[in-house]
Each structure stands twice: as structure tokens, then as C-alpha cells.
């Protein structure tokens, strides 16, 4: 069983495109991490929500709580966004990884 | 500031050999985590520590110690390499404090090891 699932596995789309990641949880959480990991295989941190909704440039993440669900939203999107995207939840110490969703936006 | 340092960034050992990765912050962060990331599978924890001298175990602990004898080091140890052990370790550190412990992890740029 998998504590974190996102959806979609894999995105292509068009250079400027409104694209739209999944996630949602089974366990409770204290806060729902979303992070980037480069093709070269570095992972950076994007967001931490507990609640409601957060933006940083064209990145939107939203949480809702009572469903067990958050989303990813990039707007305009650019080649440079391809990455893949990995929803993580943190309950008590312990932390739980979606396994990802690889993004390729095409120019 | 360095962030998280881990070392080596690449390594082929043979079954049955020993081996430490080496994992160095320089934030004072208090936590500490290593996570291994297989293909098609999300990251797994395997063992995390919340300050000097404390650790504990996360999901997939098997095979592996640690030791936390300092806030900036947090050393991943295999004993007896085995084939299921090939696989990217991460990892990653983060502050928690007056308030809660809702900070972001940074990580590290992983070590890549294969087991032959």
C-alpha cells in the first residue's frame, strides 16, 4: 500500500500550457511537501503547506484537508519546468514519497 | 553556505563489502534524514535522526546504521553490501523549532551506488 499517490505518472505538454498535478494521502499529516528533482538529479523543496493554498511565481499549490488532497498547478509553462514532481507527506517524524510525476513540456 | 554535502557521489562496491556514505550539513539544522531512491518507486526513509546522539529508524532500516555524534554529520554505514542495496541515496536535513516543525527539507545531490 502506498501512503502517497499522484496522478498523472507522466505529462507532456505544449510550451505555455495550464498543467495540473495530483496528490492525495491516506495517513494524517502535519504538512504536505511538494518537491522538484531535476533531470540531473538534484531535489529542491517548493512548497510546505498545512492548509490552504500557496504561490511562488507561476507555481500554485493547493491542500485540502478534509480530502486528503493537494494539487500542483504551473501556469504557463516552459520547457525549463521539465522535471519530475514528488508529493511528500510528514506525519509525526516519519516522511512518505508519491513516486513522482515527469513532466516534459515541449516548445 | 555548502547546504547538505554528500560523498562520494558514485561508487561500485562488491557483495559483501563494507562502506560509508558521508553526509555533512552546515545549516544547524537539528534534523537529519537518508533516503534511498529505487527506479519507478518513491524516496523510502531509512533512518532519520532529531539531534546529536538520537536516531531511529524509518521504513526500510534493514542493512544499514547511522551514528549522529555531531549536529553537522549524519554517516550512512552498509555492512554487508547487497544487490538490493544498489540504489540513490538522498540526504537531507531540516530545522524545526519554536513553533512546530513545518520547515522544508534540503537535500543533498545523492550518491549513487551499485552492488555487484
Known amino acids: 500500500k502506498n501512503e502517497v499517490e499522484q496522478s498523472p505518472q507522466n505529462l507532456t505538454a505544449q510550451e505555455g500550457e495550464f498543467i495540473t498535478i495530483n496528490c492525495s494521502y491516506s495517513?494524517?499529516?502535519?504538512?504536505l511537501h511538494w518537491l522538484q528533482q531535476h533531470p540531473g538529479g538534484g531535489i529542491v523543496s517548493l512548497f510546505m503547506?498545512?492548509?490552504g493554498k500557496k504561490k511562488h511565481g507561476r507555481l500554485i499549490a493547493t491542500i485540502n484537508i478534509q480530502e486528503k488532497h493537494s494539487s500542483l498547478h504551473i501556469t504557463a509553462s516552459h520547457p525549463r519546468d521539465s522535471a519530475v514532481y514528488i508529493c511528500?507527506?510528514?506525519?509525526?517524524?516519519?516522511?512518505?514519497f508519491g513516486t513522482g510525476t515527469s513532466l516534459t513540456v515541449i516548445p | 553556505n555548502a547546504g547538505v554535502t554528500q560523498t562520494p557521489k558514485f561508487r561500485i562496491l562488491k557483495i559483501g563489502q563494507s562502506m560509508t556514505l558521508q553526509c555533512a550539513q552546515d545549516?544547524?539544522?537539528?534534523?537529519m534524514y537518508w533516503y534511498r531512491q529505487d527506479p519507478g518507486m518513491g524516496l523510502k526513509l531509512i533512518y532519520y535522526?532529531?539531534?546529536?546522539?538520537i536516531t531511529d529508524k524509518g521504513e526500510v532500516p534493514n542493512g544499514y546504521n547511522v551514528s549522529r555524534s555531531t549536529t553537522e554529520d549524519f554517516p550512512l554505514r552498509l555492512e554487508l553490501a547487497a544487490p538490493s542495496q544498489t540504489s540513490v541515496y538522498f540526504c537531507?536535513?531540516?530545522?524545526?523549532?519554536w513553533g512546530g516543525g513545518n520547515q522544508p527539507q534540503h537535500f543533498g545531490d545523492g550518491t549513487r551506488l551499485s552492488i555487484l
Open positions: 503547506l498545512s492548509s
Open positions: 495517513v494524517g499529516i502535519s504538512a
Open positions: 535522526s532529531v539531534g546529536a546522539g
Open positions: 511528500a507527506v510528514r506525519t509525526g517524524n516519519q516522511f512518505y
Open positions: 537531507a536535513s531540516r530545522m524545526t523549532g
Open positions: 545549516m544547524n539544522h537539528n534534523y
